[in-house]
């Protein structure tokens, strides 16, 4: 048993998983700045406001997941050579146009959501409540962003 009383390597391979979605929420986070700063066109100052909510909601979220990862035992990613040979969300370079940024978050939200929904799984295999409850409301969150960014786009 781990120091909150899982089974050490369940919770190794949870920490392993988190860490993975920690490199996804990092570049994620980049990527958002990176529009949030470049974004041109006549729906600037919406999506402008939007990004910057949604990379100051993330970099709570980065900060969640890895202090998850540190409660489980485990050390976290912590440099960008580690997020970039680990993320599945590809780096966003030179977007400024509207109907390419949206796109870029939804592809991002996907990738989290199907990440999230199999550590629900495994975290429930370890009896880790506190890793299912997490992954339960980012789920929840990013579901209704998916919605709203969708309905942007007439998707």
């Given at each position: ?13 949870l920490a ?38 949604l990379y ?47 796109q870029l ?51």
């Amino acid at each position: 048993m781990n120091s909150i009383g899982l089974d050490k390597k369940k919770s190794e391979n949870l920490a392993a998983q988190l860490n993975d979605l920690l490199a996804d929420y990092m570049l994620f986070y980049q990527n958002t700045r990176g529009l949030h700063w470049n974004i041109k066109g006549e729906k600037f100052f919406e999506l402008h406001l939007k990004f910057e909510e949604l990379y100051t909601n993330l970099l709570l979220k980065v900060d969640e997941v890895a202090e998850r990862i540190l409660t489980l035992g485990v050390a976290p990613l912590h440099t960008f050579e580690s997020y970039l040979s680990v993320s599945s969300i590809k780096s966003g370079k030179n977007i400024s146009q509207a109907q390419q940024a949206v796109q870029l978050v939804l592809d991002s939200l996907q990738t989290l959501l199907i990440k999230q929904r199999n550590l629900l799984e495994i975290s429930a295999d370890a009896q880790d409540e506190g890793t299912n409850a997490l992954m339960s409301d980012y789920i929840r969150e990013q579901e209704k962003l998916v919605w709203m960014y969708s309905s942007y786009l007439n998707n």
